[in-house]
């Protein structure tokens, strides 16, 4: 995807600061979902970080698995930290996921 527009261009740029070692399909999924309506308001970098965060989650951890055996969104998440940031580790990722941070 050739980023066109101001915003595009911003967010093409804080994933390559954020994640230089993100897979293609990954990066792909965070762009877009970067780029939704409802982080429009939001400045790039956060947008990013919040896509990645739940995109990681959602794709590469138990929290879907926690969630179906009656864990609710927060304890899920607590139990999830380690494995977002082993992801965002292996990504090479500038920044990782504090426990206390909500998102």
């Known amino acids: 995807m050739t980023a066109k527009t101001g915003r595009q261009r911003a967010i093409a740029k804080a994933?390559?600061?954020l994640l230089p070692m993100a897979p293609f399909a990954d990066i792909v999924a965070i762009r877009e979902a970067a780029?939704?309506?409802k982080m429009r308001e939001l400045p790039p970098t956060i947008a990013v970080w919040i896509a990645t965060v739940a995109h990681v989650r959602h794709a590469h951890t138990q929290y879907e698995a926690l969630l179906d055996e009656g864990y609710d969104r927060d304890a899920?998440?607590?139990f999830v930290v380690d494995e977002?940031?082993?992801v965002l580790t292996g990504?090479?990722?500038t920044r990782l996921l504090d426990e206390q941070e909500s998102e």
């Open 84 to 86: 977002i940031n082993r």
């Open 35 to 37: 780029l939704a309506r």
């Open 15 to 17: 994933l390559t600061v």
């Open 91 to 93: 990504w090479r990722a």
């Open 76 to 78: 899920a998440r607590h």
